[in-house]
């Protein structure tokens, strides 16, 4: 079990228990995370659970993955930390993760 | 104005389920066009995840979207479809009992005994990049698409994207435009590598230009664009001077004109019996990732189900009175033929 926080655009936080195994997006999808939209349904083909990672967290949850990168060309205001929530793998790892959720998903 | 298409059924939407539709209701001998906003079949399977495979299709253990909508193309083969690609239905009319009248973006009409909604999550529709104030330069310097080439001609042209759309686009129109500037987060690209060659090729014969970075913000006057702010891969701020701006970032699912057509909704979703698959609306029916009842998954093999049911019920309104025979396509001669296998 992980701890994860979802930080919305105007600041306010919804904080969800992560399964290990499971993605972030489908953390975010199954507690009602506004704000990811996952049309694909974790694909990866869509671009539309993209989230910030906290700086601090950043290492530990690693590197995108070249299928993520590809797909990050469809999101909006892309920053080092970008990464798609449905690529990350929850883990014990992770407990007490950080994510922004942008103002849209567009 | 053209002539009306007049035909059995009408199926809106070229996704998996619209093909299945089409098999399903050519056993009984039923005539379907149908009609897709993309400029191929697959829907989502050629459009989201054409190279991904699929796992949960019966009897196939993998399939990647691409082969899936191949094999329920050559599956509906034999019952000669009509398609209509790159076709936005914009309205559906009911005129009388049975009696259906649609219209699409690109003039064409459609007269009807049945209509089968297989949408999906929508129309797919160019993504509109969230920068503020964009929706005042659309028509007249924004384009999510290129309807006229010469439109362009003579014009300063930013085109933003990495993909297919944004090289060919930068490279077709080029010769054109009085300035093109290509710009993108990355400095790599998804377009295929012979695309992305010949943008190179042009940067490096000072024809073009290629930028790395994020529009951040628009400059200019009555609609009329300027200039675009962009934030470059340094973080520093500059801009690039252009009065027509192409934004490729790929395709998004909205509902669109299927919200107006009087059919009950459950979040966004087509209401539906599930003995029959019929909306609130006689004689019209959804199936696929666009229907919504208790218990329902957005799963392609529920809406093959889905299309079996509603065309018994289809059969009915086209034929009234007429006996349905359940048949077995492994045993009836006559399902067979139809087939092209007996």
């Known amino acids: 079990m992980a701890k994860i926080t979802f930080i919305q655009h105007n600041g306010s936080e919804i904080t969800a228990n992560g399964v290990a195994g499971m993605t972030v997006m489908e953390t975010a999808v199954k507690n009602q995370v506004p704000g990811i939209d996952a049309d694909c349904g974790g694909a990866c083909a869509c671009a539309t659970c993209h989230v910030y990672v906290a700086p601090e967290w950043k290492d530990k949850v690693g590197p995108r993955n070249p299928m993520e990168e590809d797909m990050l060309d469809f999101a909006f205001d892309v920053r080092d930390n970008s990464r798609l929530s449905c690529q990350i793998k929850v883990s014990d790892v992770l407990d007490g993760l950080r994510v922004t959720v942008p103002e849209k998903q567009f | ?342």
Not at chain 2, 120 to 140: L, M, N, R, V
Not at chain 2, 258 to 277: H, I, M, P, Q, Y
């Open chain 2, 1 to 342: 104005m053209s002539d009306v298409i007049s035909t059995d059924v009408v199926i809106i939407g070229a996704g998996p389920c619209g093909l299945f539709a089409i098999f399903e209701l050519g056993l009984l001998d039923i005539k379907c066009h149908v009609i897709d906003i993309l400029d191929r079949a697959g829907g989502q399977c050629a459009e989201l995840y054409p190279e991904k495979p699929i796992y949960d299709i019966p009897a196939l253990p993998l399939v990647t979207g691409a082969d899936l909508t191949t094999r329920l193309m050559e599956q509906a083969k034999p019952f000669k479809p009509e398609f209509h690609f790159n076709q936005m239905v914009t309205s559906l009319e009911k005129r009388g009992e049975n009696d259906f009248h649609l219209t699409t973006d690109g003039g064409l009409e459609f007269q009807c005994k049945v209509v089968v909604i297989a949408a999906g999550g929508g129309s797919f529709q160019p993504k509109k990049p969230p920068i503020p104030g964009i929706e005042a330069y659309e028509g007249a310097s924004v384009y999510y698409s290129v309807k006229k080439m010469e439109a362009l001609r003579g014009k300063d042209i930013l085109i933003i994207g990495g993909g297919d759309s944004a090289l060919d686009w930068t490279n077709n129109l080029q010769p054109i435009a009085k300035s093109l500037t290509l710009l993108h987060r990355r400095d790599e690209f998804r377009a295929a590598p012979d695309s992305v060659g010949k943008m190179r090729a042009l940067v490096e014969a000072g024809k073009m230009q290629l930028k790395i970075g994020q529009v951040t913000g628009l400059k200019g006057e009555g609609g009329v664009l300027a200039a675009a702010t962009v934030k470059g891969a340094d973080g520093a701020s500059f801009d690039i001077a252009c009065n027509a701006m192409l934004p490729f970032f790929g395709l998004t699912m909205k509902l669109g004109p299927v919200a107006n057509w009087g059919l009950n909704l459950t979040e966004n979703l087509v209401s539906v019996d599930t003995a029959k698959f019929e909306t609130n609306v006689p004689g019209i029916f959804a199936v696929g990732d666009i229907n919504t009842y208790a218990g329902k998954l957005k799963l392609i093999l529920s809406g093959f189900h889905e299309a079996a049911l509603m065309a018994q019920q289809a059969f009915r309104y086209i034929n009234p009175g007429e006996r349905l025979l359940f048949q077995y396509t492994t045993s009836s001669t006559n399902l067979q033929k139809k087939l092209g296998v007996a």
